[in-house]
């Protein structure tokens, strides 16, 4: 860690601040649950919660978005400090109760976004080394989508999307006032 980076907390969660150029402030909030965490049964229940939780996002004057990798799901903002509060206002409820109405729908737009994306023969790499387990799942399609209930995605959030989970990282010359996670 260099010396610029400070460590602090925000409602419990570890927090890193580095100093931003600019007004504009670049936050996000990682949580340490990805695909590799999944079974072949729930593959694809990490990004599902990510969709889900980020559904209530309009279009705004700032940029904002979320990932879903092997080892985390990041959620992630840039923009004015009430942008940033603004977004993770919205983010950190939808967790907590998921709009489930929602769940056929953002099924389906995972399932475009499966069929738009390249496989070609590197994309079952993890598969051939991994088996359908683990890092393997990343090569799996989110196969698992189709079984997965209202009820097992909202069990999935509130054990993984959980605070001891979670690491908030803040570039700008300060935490924004009335940032609550």
């Given at each position: 860690?260099?010396?610029d980076v400070a460590w602090t907390e925000v409602d419990g969660v570890t927090t890193l601040r580095a100093p931003g150029r600019g007004t504009r402030i670049k936050a996000g909030l990682f949580f340490r649950v990805g695909c590799a965490d999944e079974t072949l049964a729930t593959a694809g229940i990490t990004h599902l919660v990510e969709h889900l939780a980020l559904h209530q996002q309009g279009v705004g004057d700032y940029h904002y978005n979320g990932a879903t990798a092997d080892l985390y799901t990041h959620f992630h903002v840039e923009g004015s400090a009430d942008h940033v509060v603004e977004y993770f206002d919205s983010v950190c409820p939808s967790l907590h109760d998921l709009p489930v109405h929602r769940l056929e729908t953002e099924k389906e737009i995972l399932r475009t976004e499966r069929a738009?994306?390249?496989?070609?023969?590197?994309?079952?790499?993890?598969?051939?080394?991994?088996?359908?387990?683990?890092?393997?799942?990343s090569a799996c399609q989110e196969m698992g989508l189709p079984g997965i209930s209202a009820e097992r995605v909202n069990r999935w959030a509130k054990s993984h999307f959980t605070r001891d989970k979670a690491v908030l990282w803040v570039v700008g010359d300060a935490v924004p006032e009335g940032l609550r996670l």
């Open positions: 860690v260099t010396p738009g994306r390249g496989g070609g023969p590197a994309a079952q790499i993890p598969l051939l080394r991994y088996g359908a387990q683990g890092y393997g799942l």
